[in-house]
């Protein structure tokens, strides 16, 4: 008996703002390179020195911020479930965050890489572990929890 393999998908920048209400600035994920709906997402962000919040945070030294790490682990977590049929349409709002660690400094010049797994589903809300690294290098990890609507 053969087992059939789920292919991951990709998806490049229109087709994410098909799927998210996010723009710009505030729309933290350039490509979700593999995904498999149900299971994980993996993805990144191009960061430049053009990012607004690289202007205040801070002068002269530019670090993107701790929660906008997270907003955009959790970003590449929606198509983990917004490719399912039963929730196709939905919109997919970040709930909550668990263990939150940052390990390194993400600046201007780097891609934020991102890994999440679908942990738990219940009924319209999920539980995800996410990662963000930059050149292999772990800079953020965190349980995060999105909500359907």
Do not use: W
């Not at 963000?132 to 290098?137: H, I, L, R, S, Y």
């Amino acid at each position: 008996m053969s087992e059939t393999l789920i292919q991951p998908i990709s998806m490049d920048i229109i087709e994410i703002m098909e799927m998210l209400p996010h723009r710009y600035p505030f729309l933290l994920v350039d490509r979700i390179t593999e995904c498999v709906p149900g299971e994980y997402s993996k993805g990144y962000k191009n960061l430049t020195a053009n990012e607004m919040f690289f202007n205040g945070h801070f002068p002269g030294n530019p670090i993107m911020p701790g929660v906008l790490q997270i907003e955009a682990m959790a970003q590449n977590a929606a198509p983990i479930l917004l490719k399912l049929d039963a929730y196709k349409g939905k919109l997919a709002l970040f709930a909550g965050i668990d263990k939150a660690r940052f390990k390194n400094i993400v600046r201007p010049g780097d891609r934020f890489d991102m890994e999440t797994r679908m942990t738990k589903i219940k009924g319209p809300v999920a539980k995800c572990e996410a990662k963000g690294f930059v050149d292999g290098k772990l800079c953020v990890e965190a349980e995060i929890t999105i909500a359907l609507k």
